[in-house]
C-alpha cells in the first residue's frame, strides 16, 4: 500500500506560479511513475504530466512548456512547477503513484487562477 500526501495549492492570478509538491510512502517498488492528473468542474479527471523512476516525462498539450514535473527518487517525492498560470488551469490537482498495475490517488488540492 502508498499513501500519498499533496501540498502546494492556492489561489493565484493570471501568469503567476505555483509549485505542487508530493510525497509518498510505503510498500514501492524501485520501477514506478509519479505524476500530476486534474479535474475541474463538470470535467473528466486528465493527466498533466508523469515521470518515471527513470526520469522519462509526459505532458499534455495544454501544459507543455508552462508545466516542469520532477522527482526525488531517493525520497519518492515529486514536484509540479507551474508557471504563467491561466484560468482553464483551475482544478483539483492529483498526484499518482504507479506501480505493478496498481494506481495510488493523493486527497487532492486545489487550485485555482483568477482571471
Known amino acids: 500500500q502508498v499513501q500519498l500526501v499533496e501540498s502546494g495549492g492556492g489561489l493565484v492570478q493570471t501568469g503567476g506560479s505555483l509549485r505542487l509538491s508530493c510525497a509518498a510512502s510505503?510498500?514501492?517498488?524501485?520501477?514506478?511513475?509519479m505524476g500530476w492528473y486534474r479535474q475541474a468542474p463538470g470535467k473528466q479527471r486528465e493527466l498533466v504530466a508523469t515521470i518515471t523512476s527513470g526520469g522519462s516525462t509526459n505532458y499534455a498539450d495544454s501544459v507543455k512548456g508552462r508545466f516542469t514535473i520532477s522527482r526525488d527518487n531517493a525520497k519518492n517525492t515529486a514536484s509540479l512547477q507551474m508557471n504563467s498560470l491561466k484560468p482553464e488551469d483551475t482544478a483539483v490537482y492529483y498526484c499518482l503513484f504507479s506501480q505493478a498495475f496498481y494506481n495510488y490517488w493523493g486527497q487532492g488540492t486545489q487550485v485555482t487562477v483568477s482571471s
Open positions: 510505503g510498500s514501492m517498488f524501485s520501477n514506478n511513475v
